[in-house]
């Protein structure tokens, strides 16, 4: 569901919370007399006098974004292999059944062929005798 703004909610984007969607007569009055306030930051001076480091919280960062595509890289791939495993057990189970049938099957066919071999040996005996 997506959250239509009104037009005096976006004249202010530093606003975030449940007051941004009151409309400007019903705001508290501390928030329309002040202006929210912008916090700046800025490089800390070190004792040698010189500038702070930025690049380990750089490093940091990009360190960050690369180990997080690669955990999603593989949190795809283990999707994918638990879909195969699936897939693989359903095919198990289904040429399972597939051999039980034949099984089932070849016996019912063996059982047949004795019973016919052993009436064409009933009638092979009734011949001689006649």
Known sequence: MAVIRPEWAIANPLNTGPELYAPPDRRSPDEQTNPPRVAVVRPQVTEGGLLEDRSAVN???L???????AVDEIDSVIQELEGVRQMLRNES???????A????LNQASIAAMRTIANNIKKWKGSDKSD
């Not at 360190?63 to 595509?69: M, T, Y």
């Open 59 to 61: 490093f940091d960062t």
């Open 63 to 69: 360190i960050r974004r690369v180990a997080g595509a």
């Open 93 to 99: 189970e289904r040429v399972s059944r597939e051999v």
């Open 101 to 104: 049938l034949y099984v089932g």
